[in-house]
């Protein structure tokens, strides 16, 4: 029992010391100050890889604009074609197609 009240006591006067509170508050913020610097490192890194992610993806659209533009020119002349221009214009989005509506058809209600 006398070995418990002894326990109680130190562990209250450290409580109420103020070197208790002063380790504390100290170790609080060196655990706050190493987390902000693996934080920082972590954010350092992710800007890194997104420097290369841009990069690599500008050299990416550059390579299929190139390859689109080589496309169109092979399909330019018609002896050498495997494609027609006017098909890959339309698969690519840059031949306006106008949809004809014939009168045996559906459409749905639309006229």
Known sequence: MELAARAINIVTRLINSNTFVNICLVGSFVALGVRSVNQQKLIEALEAEKESLVNSNKT?????????????????SPESAIVPLSTLKAIYGEAVTVPTIDGN????GLQ
């Open 105 to 108: 058809e559906d459409y749905g």
């Open 60 to 76: 990416m659209k550059k390579t299929i604009w190139d390859w689109k533009h080589q496309l169109f020119a092979e399909a330019a």
